[in-house]
């Protein structure tokens, strides 16, 4: 399992770099996240082995039944948080990525502060409209949010999410990871010095998402091939 996960690693590092030379950015500038999601442990132990540290789950439960030993990695959550998960949340993960109503993220703080700590988070924007996905509608409704989770004293958002239109309509999925960016851009521009993460890209449309300013991919199926169905 370990040399075929290092040598999935090594093709997707190689599509990564050559996406980012295409849009005249450094390689530097785009992270890899493992997303381990339906994978056993053994899946994660192989992908730490050949040099992987970021991964991201989508369900609090999996997550911590999986993450149990400490380690030197960083493990977002980039599924959708239920409030009565916040608890759990807060000290599972490093990192939230999918805040996408400010009661939720009132939640979260309320339980770092009793954990006295700070947690980084970023914003999701449903940028492709489709009803089955979370993420703020549009993007006054992710500002207003953005307005009143920056005054919370336990959170520290860094940035925007989402998930891409799930289709093969190129076109369209480059148009959801282009209003994601100029948002992010916006935003930046606007005086938040800690926005520097724009996660956005999966194992199918990642190359497109580095080119339209991604600085952070979720690959999954890429990496460790299909998920059994549960």
Known sequence: MVETLAAAYAAVQQKIEAAARRAGRPVSAVRLMAVSKGFPRAAVDA????GLRLFGENRVQEAEEKFTEPSDIELHLIGHLQRNKARTAAAVFSCVQSIDKTETAESLDAR????????????????????SKSGFADRDQLLRGLDAIS?????????????????NDATRIRSAFSLLR???????GSGQTAFDTLSMGMSGDFESAIEEGSTLVRIGTALFGPRQPR
């Open 182 to 188: 100029t948002l992010f851009e916006e935003i930046r």
């Open 112 to 131: 770092c502060a009793e954990r006295g700590m700070v947690m980084d988070v970023l914003l999701e924007l449903n940028a492709s409209g489709e009803q």
């Open 151 to 167: 005054r919370l004293s336990h959170l520290r958002v860094r940035g925007l999410m989402t998930v891409g239109p799930l289709c």
């Open 47 to 50: 992908a730490m082995a050949a």
